[in-house]
């Protein structure tokens, strides 16, 4: 069952991880590079659009599996690198909260409105966020790896 979790718990970050790079490095540049904003924003609200639900269920897998193992061993013989994951993990997922609930609800009404300067803004304040969360996911990586 360990095993299980654990692969779980590595897909769930893998998949979340692999999502924001792809969004970040391939997709948003080269969208900017070819499209006009209005073929752009509605293309980028449809892809987050699915990108986010992958999330919101990565962030289910991460809890049901990362708690679980967290709890496994007393709090004092976890490494604390488990712990600053944790930490980074759930600061991701509040990070993600914000992201949904406030800029990305935002963008969808500025681009549904057509008004495009509004949803340019929201989707630079969305990738801001990204590049925040890819960030804090990669102190997670390193954490849980190098601080035993």
Excluded: C, S, Y
Aim: no cysteine; net charge positive.
């Amino acid at each position: 069952m360990h095993n299980l979790l654990v692969f779980l718990h590595l897909a769930a970050a893998v998949l979340w991880m692999g999502g924001m790079a792809f969004v970040l490095f391939a997709l948003r540049p080269a969208l900017h590079a070819l499209q006009p904003p209005q073929q752009r924003l509605p293309l980028m609200v449809q892809v987050l659009r699915r990108f986010f639900a992958v999330v919101a269920a990565n962030i289910a897998v991460l809890l049901l599996t990362g708690l679980p193992l967290l709890l496994a061993l007393p709090a004092a013989q976890a490494p604390r690198g488990w712990h600053a994951m944790a930490g980074l993990g759930v600061l991701m997922m509040l990070v993600f909260g914000h992201l949904f609930f406030a800029p990305w609800r935002r963008a969808q009404r500025a681009v549904a409105a057509q008004d495009w300067p509004e949803g340019g803004r929201r989707m630079n304040q969305i990738a801001a966020l990204v590049k925040f969360n890819f960030v804090l996911g990669w102190l997670a990586i390193a954490a849980v790896l190098l601080w035993r």
